[in-house]
């Protein structure tokens, strides 16, 4: 199972905008070439797909594409390789965001 964190600013008293809007996100995730927006993220397995309604910031890395999710003024992401790990500290830093685990 992958650790998930969470980029908030839910535990910063002094900041009026605890909140990570869509609306902050779109501009900023549409800046980085590296990112594209997608209101729908699809696991596909052997077998199977599920498909998750969401507002998904998609990052590709390689081949492959790891989805930064956008739920309740928070984004998750699940550390499922460490090339994630200085992506979400500088996402975190660039939005005036704190890490937590969870």
């Known amino acids: 199972m992958n650790q998930r964190f969470r980029i908030t ?20 995730f549409a800046s980085k070439s590296d990112f594209t927006y ?14 998750i309604e969401g ?6 890395h390689g081949n492959v594409e790891i989805p930064f999710r956008l739920y309740m003024g928070d984004l998750y992401v699940a550390i499922s390789n460490e090339a994630i790990v200085p992506k ?15």
Do not use: H
Not at 38 to 51: A, E
Not at 55 to 60: C, E, P, Q, S, V
């Open 55 to 60: 507002d998904f910031f998609m990052w590709k």
């Open 9 to 28: 600013r839910s535990m910063q008293e002094n900041n009026a905008e605890q909140s990570i809007s869509l609306e902050e996100c779109k501009p900023y």
């Open 88 to 102: 979400m500290i500088e996402i975190a830093t660039d939005l005036r965001a704190d890490v937590v685990e969870g």
């Open 38 to 51: 997608s209101q729908v993220f699809t696991v596909k397995g052997p077998d199977s797909s599920m498909s």
